[in-house]
C-alpha cells in the first residue's frame, strides 16, 4: 500500500529542503505527519514523472501554481503557496511568505494548520493524553515563555524562581519533547495548547 505524500514543489533545492526541515520538527506532534513521507521537486514536471501519487498537502513556488492552476484549484487538492513577498500571492490560496523570519514562518503556517483543522472540525493534531502530561506544570511555564521569546531572567522574574532553576526546567523540558531546537519546542507547544498561536 502507498503512503500519503506531502509535497513540496520549488525550483530552489533549499527553500525544499527548509520546508522538509519545518514539516519534519512538526511530525511528532501531528499525528496526521506521521503517517505521511514529506517529499520535494524542483519543477511540476520532475512530480508528474514520479507517477500517482496520494497527496494531502502540496507547497508549491507561486509561479508553478499560476502555470498548472487548474490542477491546484481541484476540490481535493489542498496547496500552499511559498510566495517570496506579497506580490506572489494569489487569489484563493494560503500562502507562506518565504522573505519572513523563520519565527515568522513558523507562526503563519501553525495559524494556518490550526485554521484548517478547525475549519474541518478535526482537531486530533494534538498528542495522545499521556503524553501531553509528560511536562510539569512548571515546566509548561517556563516554555510558554521561552518559545514567545523571553530569556532566562525575564523568565526566572516573571515566574519569580531563579535563574538556574529555568535552566534546570529548561534542559528537562529539552531531554522531554527530545530537543532543544526553539522550531521544535515552539510546535510542541502550540500543538498541544501550552500556547496559543497568537501569542508568539
Not at 513540496?8 to 503517517?35: K, Q, T, W, Y
Amino acid at each position: 500500500m502507498q503512503r500519503m505524500k506531502i509535497v513540496i514543489i520549488h525550483p530552489n533545492s533549499l527553500c525544499g529542503l527548509a520546508m522538509r526541515s519545518i514539516l519534519a520538527d512538526m511530525a511528532p506532534f501531528v499525528h496526521m505527519f506521521r503517517e505521511v513521507d514529506v517529499v520535494s521537486y524542483n519543477s511540476m514536471d520532475e512530480f508528474m514523472e514520479d507517477g500517482h501519487q496520494t497527496v494531502v498537502h502540496f507547497f508549491a513556488d507561486a509561479q508553478t501554481v499560476r502555470d498548472n492552476i487548474t490542477f491546484f484549484t481541484a476540490p481535493h487538492r489542498r496547496c500552499i503557496v511559498l510566495s517570496e513577498g506579497n506580490d506572489d500571492s494569489i487569489e484563493g490560496f494560503h500562502s507562506l511568505d518565504l522573505y519572513r523570519s523563520e519565527r515568522e514562518l513558523l507562526k503563519t503556517f501553525l495559524m494556518m494548520f490550526n485554521t484548517a483543522h478547525m475549519a474541518h472540525g478535526n482537531m486530533s493534531h494534538t498528542l495522545p493524553q499521556e503524553e501531553e502530561l509528560t511536562l510539569s506544570q512548571r515546566e509548561k511555564d517556563v516554555l510558554a515563555l521561552l518559545v514567545k521569546g523571553y530569556i532566562n531572567k525575564e523568565i526566572a522574574d516573571r515566574l519569580n524562581i531563579s535563574t538556574p532553576t529555568v535552566i534546570f526546567h529548561r534542559r528537562n523540558i529539552s531531554e522531554k519533547i527530545g530537543s532543544k531546537s526553539i522550531g521544535r519546542l515552539t510546535i510542541y507547544a502550540v500543538m498541544n495548547g501550552i500556547v496559543d498561536v497568537r501569542e508568539l
